[in-house]
């Protein structure tokens, strides 16, 4: 016991040595926040900037979680305008925080930046925005299906985000939870969606995916995952394609999401920096 005892304590002190040594002969900041980090760790980001990715805090939409403006919440419905004119193919999304800050850092670190460690606490994240669903896991048949990228698009990334975030969110997950990241396939690309409106932005996605699997989803509950919900028409055109061939219903979880900015009174087509940005980066 004692020796136990004594082994651990030189260790630490050992650890702290060999991490310092590091530290100083290989320093590294922090990528989110530029302070220099004092351990080393495969994800470059200190645990104050993970610690304050934050959740989002204001009134949503209750189908798609956009940001509801004040005139939106005396209507009644909970709705936002765009859902009320084009009702989407999902029950419902949610979303862990808004796609801006520490949280759009990192998702870039890891699709931009390769840097694949980051999907560990975006995974995390994606879990807790999925535990939002409130789903019953009584029939034990909930499948998990990540956004796909079109094979041209994962060969020049090398890995796709959302299926790599989604394995990370499985281990957060209860016992359940089925990860199916082959049902679905994106076998076409889609042009950008900028500066397209929403009805354009439905038919330029309508036929980029097709399910592969239809066995596999039949009668299912479905949850779409995906790293960044911009205008939601991706993961509504996935839910319609899984809806067709078979899933009963069909739920979607990001992230992040992008949301209009608070003073915005125009709840229609208009977009703000963010949006713009986000759908100049497509997440495809
Ligand atoms: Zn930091
Ligand atoms: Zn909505």
New binding site residues.
């Given amino acids: 016991m004692q020796r136990a005892e004594g082994r651990s304590s030189l260790v630490a002190p050992l650890q702290k040595v060999v991490g310092g040594f590091f530290a100083v002969f290989f320093p590294s900041d ?1 990528r ?4 220099p980090l004092v351990t080393l760790s495969r994800l470059p ?2 645990p ?2 993970l610690d304050s990715l934050e959740r989002i805090r204001f009134p949503q939409c209750v189908l798609c979680g956009e940001r509801l403006v004040a005139a939106q919440l005396l209507v009644g419905d909970g709705q936002c305008h765009a859902c009320r004119d084009y009702p989407p193919e999902f029950e419902r999304a949610v979303s862990y925080g808004e796609y801006a800050a520490g949280l759009r850092d990192l998702v870039h670190l890891l699709k931009y930046d390769g840097l694949l460690p980051a999907g560990g606490p975006l995974g995390e994240l994606l879990a807790q925005s999925i535990a939002d669903l409130r789903l019953p896991l009584d029939d034990a048949s909930l499948l998990i299906v990540p956004v796909p990228l079109h094979s041209s698009k994962r060969r020049e990334r090398r890995f796709n985000q959302s299926e790599l975030i989604a394995r990370a969110a499985m281990r957060h997950l209860p016992a359940g939870f089925e990860l199916a990241p082959h049902v679905l396939v994106r076998h076409r690309e889609t042009h950008s969606q900028v500066g397209l409106d929403r009805e354009a932005r439905i038919q330029n996605m309508r036929g980029a995916f097709r399910v592969i699997d239809a066995e596999r989803i039949a009668g299912r509950t479905v949850i779409v995952v995906d790293d960044v919900m911009t205008t939601g028409t991706t993961v509504s055109e996935c839910a319609r394609v899984l809806k067709r061939a078979g899933a009963a219903t069909v739920f979607a979880a990001t992230v992040a999401r992008t949301l209009k900015a608070p003073v915005t009174q125009d709840c229609g087509n208009s977009l703000q920096g963010e949006q713009v940005e986000a759908l100049e980066l497509a997440s495809v």
């Fill in positions: 922090c989110l926040c530029e302070t980001v200190c104050e900037c």
